[in-house]
Structure formats: structure tokens, C-alpha cells
């Protein structure tokens, strides 16, 4: 899987070189652009059933196709089941070593589809090599917990405004599936954002 990412990091770059004429932007949402976002994430899965942060990065290149639509391919991480905020404060351990402790990397297609001059919608999915940790029952039905990994798939839409043609914030939902031996750690994330095109 690692190899699958790196490919599609190369296949991403050598896109961003097509000659410039394609990559102008009527409405600046074409380019480069990196964003974060941070949220509450949330399992229902079994002993994994709750509420936690997650937080993620990612980057990428957008292609300006009408001056209201742009898209593109992105990269990141995120990490969505183990930590603590309000820990951050008392003293105790931020990253919670009892939860799913679910992270990965993500690579897919985006799109930022402006619906008016500074509001906007957007729209992800790609794929996603998680690693994490679930309960599965061991010998004599003991419960066992262990380190699972797989690639499997994201998918999420947001909403937001475009405060100039580098900047916005936007409110996101995902979800991220994360599947293996009868262990379910999908998540799902609300989430803020904020990204910057150059």
C-alpha cells in the first residue's frame, strides 16, 4: 500500500507540471492549496462507542475547470480515535492508549465548487491506509485487543466561505472506513477547516 501511495504522490506531482495555461484561476480555488481541520470524531462500534478529537492535514493541486468549479488531487494524515483535548489541561495522558487509535493516510480526488462569489461546497474521497487497534476474541473467548491495518476508503462534503482567493474555512463531515477480522473501527468527523491556496 505504501508503494500505491507514493505512486499516486508521483502521478499527482507530474499532473501539477501540465503547462500553466491549465492551471490558471478565474476565481483563485485553483493551485496548490494545504489545509487542517480538526473535530469530534465518533464510533458506535462494539467497545468502541464514543466521542473523541481527530485531527488531519492534507495538500494538494486543484485544476480551475469553469470559474465555479475547481478539482484536484490531494494527500494526508489524520489521526481519529485516541485523543484527549480536555486533557491537555489536568495533567493527564492526551493520547488515550485504551481507545481505537485509529490513523492513516489518505489519497483522492477533491473538488471546491463555489455556489456563489465566497460561498462554497466541497467534495472528497479517495483511498485510505489505516492502521488501529480493536477488540477480537483470542483463545478460551478471551478478549484480545490488537494492532490491525488495512486500506480501505474515505469519502466526506463540506460547506464553507472564501474570505479572499488564498483563504477559507469551512464545517466538513467524513468518514472514514476502517474494516478487518470482524473488527469494525469506521469513523465519522465533524469537523472545522481552514485551507490556504497559493
Given amino acids: 500500500m505504501k508503494k500505491t501511495l507514493i505512486a499516486l504522490a508521483f502521478a499527482a506531482a507530474g499532473l501539477a507540471a501540465i503547462p500553466s495555461a491549465f492551471a490558471q484561476s478565474a476565481n483563485g480555488n485553483g493551485g496548490w492549496f494545504v489545509n487542517g481541520n480538526v473535530g469530534r470524531t465518533s464510533i458506535d462500534k462494539g467497545p468502541y462507542d464514543g466521542h473523541d478529537t481527530g485531527y488531519g492535514i492534507n495538500g494538494g493541486y ?9 478539482l484536484g488531487v490531494e494527500a494526508g494524515y489524520n ?4 485523543i484527549n483535548a480536555k486533557n491537555i489541561f489536568n495533567g493527564d495522558r492526551v493520547v488515550d492508549r485504551g481507545k481505537s487509535q485509529l ?26 491506509d489505516w492502521k488501529g487497534h480493536g477488540m ?25 466561505y472564501d474570505f479572499t ?34
Avoid at 486543484?62 to 475547481?70: D, G, H, I, L, N
Avoid at 489521526?79 to 485516541?82: K, Q, S, T, V, Y
Avoid at 476502517?178 to 491556496?197: F, G
Fill in 62 to 70: 486543484r485544476w480551475t475547470v469553469t470559474p465555479s468549479v475547481a
Fill in 79 to 82: 489521526d481519529l480515535g485516541n
Fill in 103 to 128: 490513523h492513516g493516510w489518505t489519497a483522492g480526488v477533491n473538488g471546491h465548487f463555489n455556489i456563489d462569489p465566497k460561498w462554497y461546497i466541497s467534495a472528497r474521497g479517495g483511498i485510505y
Fill in 136 to 160: 477480537e476474541s483470542g483463545s478460551d473467548n478471551n478478549i484480545v485487543r490488537r494492532g490491525i491495518d488495512k486500506t480501505s476508503w474515505y469519502a466526506g462534503a463540506g460547506v464553507g
Fill in 165 to 198: 482567493n488564498n483563504v477559507s474555512l469551512g464545517i466538513n463531515y467524513d468518514y472514514y472506513n476502517a474494516k478487518k477480522n470482524n473488527v469494525d473501527l469506521s469513523t465519522d468527523m465533524v469537523s472545522v477547516s481552514a485551507e490556504y491556496r497559493f
